[in-house]
């Protein structure tokens, strides 16, 4: 048998997190119980669209957004297409040019890729000492025929944060947007979509003591942005992401980013001592 030394620790936390005893309480009953399809119209449709909207209240409320500006999707990798290639492929001819810093998630840059291979210009932004972009070199990059500058809200790799209302003024005077991939921020740092400007913005479940396979992606509605969805169907989210919602990972979802706002100052604190500790001894000479 192990003894606690030979137990190995998990600490790759920003990688995922373990479901919430919490979380899966709440989850269970939609698992087999209440199994409704929330698109259909009878009574196992409606309870299973009302716990869809509950979940959706949550989510909206810890983001400072709307619920109608929600649309789930099966985490940040596809609200992160969704939110790129949609926009590009919605956009006006003259808006071709797309923005967004080197460091991202390989689920921003590799969209970025892809559209600079369908002939959209990308431009990564490279970042200073600190990991951040560089304010003045985004404001001399982003003009009239920038679509979408896309910067982390927290850094998946070294955890920077950006000044997003600094970025959000920037983009806006250009008429430009804003996309933030919140996936390593969102229950970790307080974040509101309209104290920072933000106009569409990545969240995925794992990463918050939720369950795996589901996200959203935030969409401003006011002067909302075209989108064009990846995939065509049933028209679920606004005709925005087609599919059957996954109840159970939504209603999961929901209590996740409820319990994440609640502990979020003191979890804040315990995690930047917890670092600090870590850091300390790391670095202390022997
Ligand atoms: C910043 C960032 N974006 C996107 C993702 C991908 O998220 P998901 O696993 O929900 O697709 C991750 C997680 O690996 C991440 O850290």
Do not use: W
């Given at each position: 048998?192990?003894?606690?030394?030979?137990?190995?620790?998990?600490?790759?936390?920003?990688?995922?997190?373990?479901?919430?005893?919490?979380?899966?309480?709440?989850?269970?009953?939609?698992?087999?119980?209440?199994?409704?399809?929330?698109?259909?119209?009878?009574?196992?449709?409606?309870?299973?669209?009302?716990?869809?909207?509950?979940?959706?209240?949550?989510?909206?409320?810890?983001?400072?957004?709307?619920?109608?500006?929600?649309?789930?999707?099966?985490?940040?990798?596809?609200?992160?297409?969704?939110?790129?290639?949609?926009?590009?492929?919605?956009?006006?001819?003259?808006?071709?040019?797309?923005?967004?810093s080197?460091t991202e998630?390989?689920?921003?840059?590799?969209?970025?890729?892809?559209?600079?291979?369908?002939?959209?210009?990308?431009?990564?932004l490279?970042v200073d000492?600190d990991g951040l972009p560089d304010l003045?070199?985004l404001?001399?990059?982003?003009?009239?025929?920038?679509?979408?500058v896309s910067v982390a809200a927290a850094n998946?790799?070294?955890g920077t944060i950006p000044p997003l209302r600094a970025i959000a003024?920037?983009?806006?005077?250009?008429?430009?947007?804003l996309?933030t991939d919140?996936?390593?921020a969102?229950?970790?740092?307080?974040?509101?979509?309209?104290?920072e400007?933000v106009?569409?913005?990545?969240?995925?479940?794992?990463?918050?003591?939720?369950?795996?396979?589901?996200?959203?992606?935030?969409?401003?509605?006011?002067?909302?942005?075209?989108?064009?969805?990846?995939?065509?169907?049933?028209?679920?989210?606004?005709?925005?992401?087609?599919?059957?919602?996954?109840?159970?990972?939504?209603?999961?979802?929901?209590?996740?980013?409820?319990?994440?706002?609640?502990?979020?100052?003191?979890?804040?604190?315990?995690?930047?001592?917890?670092?600090?500790?870590?850091?300390?001894?790391?670095?202390?000479?022997?």
């Amino acid at each position: 048998m192990r003894t606690p030394v030979d137990q190995p620790i998990y600490l790759d936390y920003q990688a995922t997190t373990p479901l919430d005893g919490r979380v899966l309480d709440a989850m269970l009953p939609y698992l087999a119980g209440t199994f409704g399809n929330p698109s259909s119209i009878h009574e196992f449709g409606f309870a299973a669209a009302e716990a869809v909207d509950r979940a959706r209240a949550k989510i909206a409320a810890g983001l400072g957004a709307e619920r109608r500006e929600i649309i789930f999707t099966s985490g940040a990798t596809e609200a992160n297409n969704l939110a790129l290639k949609g926009l590009a492929a919605a956009a006006a001819p003259r808006r071709h040019h797309l923005v967004a810093s080197a460091t991202e998630h390989p689920a921003v840059l590799e969209p970025l890729e892809t559209l600079a291979r369908a002939g959209f210009d990308i431009t990564l932004l490279e970042v200073d000492q600190d990991g951040l972009p560089d304010l003045d070199r985004l404001a001399a990059v982003v003009d009239e025929r920038t679509l979408v500058v896309s910067v982390a809200a927290a850094n998946s790799e070294i955890g920077t944060i950006p000044p997003l209302r600094a970025i959000a003024d920037i983009c806006h005077a250009q008429g430009a947007l804003l996309h933030t991939d919140a996936a390593q921020a969102v229950g970790k740092i307080p974040l509101d979509v309209d104290r920072e400007g933000v106009d569409l913005l990545s969240v995925s479940a794992h990463k918050l003591y939720g369950p795996k396979g589901v996200g959203a992606l935030f969409v401003r509605h006011e002067h909302r942005p075209k989108l064009r969805p990846l995939l065509d169907g049933g028209g679920q989210e606004q005709g925005l992401r087609s599919g059957t919602l996954n109840v159970p990972a939504i209603v999961g979802f929901g209590a996740a980013i409820e319990l994440a706002g609640e502990k979020l100052p003191q979890e804040a604190r315990r995690l930047a001592h917890l670092r600090d500790r870590l850091r300390d001894a790391l670095t202390q000479e022997r």
